[in-house]
């Protein structure tokens, strides 16, 4: 069985409708758990996680590219250059870090 047009946006989809006549009163939670209305949400969920993340990538993308501006629709691998810093100053003190410890454990152990 097919619902024709149920995740279409706004008031012409299966959700809004269901989530305002369940507001109403008119229908219980268990109707949230047929499989076309789960099967809906999945998709919405799905789909908005995906063009957030593909929101967010092109940011990136736009962000470490601002220099040396390219074409948004080339094919070229997006290159997650704009944490280099930040990770080998990370990098600096957890070295710093496992350092000092390794010398507080020895002056632990000969007793200072």
């Not at 219980?28 to 969920?45: E, G, I, M, Y």
């Amino acid at each position: 069985m097919s619902v024709r047009d149920a995740a279409a946006p706004g008031a012409a989809g299966l959700l809004r409708p269901l989530i305002r006549r369940w507001q109403a009163g008119g229908c219980c939670t268990a109707t949230f758990q047929l499989p076309v209305v789960q099967a809906v949400v999945d998709w919405k969920v799905s789909a908005a996680r995906q063009s957030w993340l593909q929101r967010f990538a092109q940011h990136i993308y736009v962000a470490s590219h601002a220099a040396r501006p390219q074409n948004l629709c080339s094919p070229a691998p997006l290159q997650w250059q704009f944490c280099r810093r930040f990770l080998i100053a990370e990098l600096g003190l957890y070295i710093l870090w496992l350092a000092s410890f390794f010398a507080f454990a020895m002056a632990q152990q000969v007793g200072f």
